[in-house]
């Protein structure tokens, strides 16, 4: 890893918000979730929640989140259970859902802890879904349509969470924790290395100031190891 790549993964770790993410509620299209979760990159999410369809669509959907190396893509069985663990982290869980008691996006305080729900695209949102979360949101609509695509309307929601979070100075200093900061750039900056060791049990070993591997007894067991047996 040259210092240049390095530099780059260490700033973007830096601007990740580890209480800002989005629930897929069902969305399957790979088109759709390959959006979605390069908006969530773009703004600063470190995870994603996503429930797949039990249907025939399920592989295609599973196959879209794999190709995915910057965002962790969870997946989860039950959107009701993502969303009762969320909230009991103190989360305020949002849906994209026209309803007689949705408010316009823009009113949302998003530098709270927040988690966006995005529902099916034919269906949307069910309505046992939308009973549980904290607030339904909605974005006001000028023409004949009554609803964005799935992927247009999450990156229209998370732009306005993204410029409220950077007036408030969240980008400014690193927000991860210390050990999924080092987890997390090694993973970034060594994918084969970490692959290697996370099948072995071998911890990563540390990085110097500039991003190179420092001297580890076990790593270097493991790859000679390795060669060996190649």
Not at 5 to 24: H, S
Not at 109 to 128: I, Q
Not at 170 to 199: K, M, T
Not at 209 to 226: H, I
Request: charged residues 25%; hydrophobic residues 40%.
């Amino acid at each position: 890893m040259t210092p240049e790549r390095y530099r780059r993964i260490c700033d973007t770790l830096d601007r990740r918000q580890p209480d800002l993410t989005v629930i897929m509620d069902g969305v399957h299209k790979p088109h759709n979730i390959a959006a979605i979760v390069r908006t969530c990159d773009a703004v600063g999410i470190l995870d994603v929640h996503a429930v797949l369809p039990k249907n025939r669509a399920r592989m295609a959907a599973g196959t879209a989140m794999g190709s995915q190396r910057w965002v962790k893509v969870h997946k989860r069985d039950e959107s009701t259970d993502v969303i009762r663990e969320l909230q009991g982290q103190g989360v305020q869980v949002l849906a994209a859902h026209l309803s007689d008691d949705a408010i316009p996006y823009r009113e949302v305080d998003y530098t709270r802890p927040t988690a966006l729900l995005l529902g099916t695209e034919k269906f949307g949102v069910s309505d046992e879904v939308a009973s549980v979360v904290d607030q339904n949101v909605t974005i006001p609509m000028m023409g004949m349509v009554e609803s964005f695509n799935v992927s247009v309307a999450a990156a229209i929601i998370l732009s306005e969470a993204c410029e409220q979070r950077r007036a408030k100075g969240f980008y400014d200093q690193p927000r991860v924790a210390a050990d999924r900061y080092h987890e997390l750039l090694f993973r970034w900056g060594y994918a084969r290395i970490a692959r290697l060791c996370d099948a072995h049990g071998v911890p990563y070993p540390e990085l110097d100031e500039d991003g190179q591997v420092k001297d580890s007894a076990a790593l270097t067991a493991l790859l000679q190891k390795t060669q060996t047996e190649s």
